[in-house]
């Protein structure tokens, strides 16, 4: 299962949260978020990091100009599109980054919101599921009702991710077989401080279920 951490900002941390067994870290590009960070500041930490773990941009609401000139200026592998983006939007991505991988992440409040993203599933590599929120985009710590999501089986792999801890994840994964999960806040001391210790706890308790 891929293990994706979200928030990172900086370098020997994502370099310690590679080495428990992530297999992608996530880097906030929307401005309006405190885990925001720049290019340079992707740069930094990506340059840590083993090639073959994802490094993963994440964007909403912004244009295609500004996603493509930050993927190619920072390494990343890959862009979760956490706004309102379009499939059509997806596809144009795709086209012009045809080796990146493309997530769109969906903000759930309803049933109908996951026959929602079945339609995105032809223009992305990769769906992910968050909780709503009224005020924010994401990194809310707010939980999925994952009961709704058990019929969820879309045509392509699939993140958990909202509101994920090192404390609820088995009853998540007990419940609910996605390819992927992704934690942020869960995994924090303070918005992108990451405490290392609540993510060896996590990898533990993936360990045990295995
Ligand atoms: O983390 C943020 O600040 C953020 C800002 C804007 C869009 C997405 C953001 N984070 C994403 O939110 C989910 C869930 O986070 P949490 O585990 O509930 O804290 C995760 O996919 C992050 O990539």
């Not at 880097?27 to 925001?36: H, K």
């Not at 930490?45 to 295609?64: H, M, R, Y």
């Not at 309102?84 to 086209?95: K, N, T, V, W």
């Amino acid at each position: 299962m891929r293990v994706k951490i979200c928030g990172i900002t900086q370098p020997q941390q994502g370099k310690a949260i590679a080495s428990f067994g992530a297999t992608a870290l996530g880097f906030i590009c929307v401005p309006t978020s405190p885990r925001y960070i720049n290019i340079e500041q992707i740069r930094a930490v990506v340059e840590q990091l083993p090639e073959k773990i994802d490094k993963i941009g994440v964007f909403a609401n912004t244009s295609v100009p500004e996603i493509t000139q930050t993927v190619v200026h920072s390494g990343l592998t890959g862009v979760q599109l956490h706004g309102d983006e379009s499939p059509e939007f997806c596809q144009q991505l795709r086209q012009l980054l045809p080796d990146i991988e493309i997530i769109k992440a969906l903000r759930i409040r309803s049933f109908e919101d996951t026959e929602k993203a079945e339609t995105y599933t032809s223009n992305a590599d990769t769906l992910l599921l968050d909780a709503y929120h009224p005020q924010q985009l994401g990194g809310t710590g707010t939980t999925l009702d994952w009961t709704m999501l058990q019929q969820f089986s879309p045509s392509c792999p699939w993140f958990l991710a909202g509101g994920l801890t090192p404390e609820n994840i088995i009853q998540a994964l007990t419940q609910i077989t996605p390819s992927g999960i992704d934690l942020s806040s869960g995994v924090e001391r303070a918005p992108g401080d990451k405490d290392l210790d609540k993510v060896a706890k996590l990898f533990e308790k993936l360990h045990s279920k295995c």
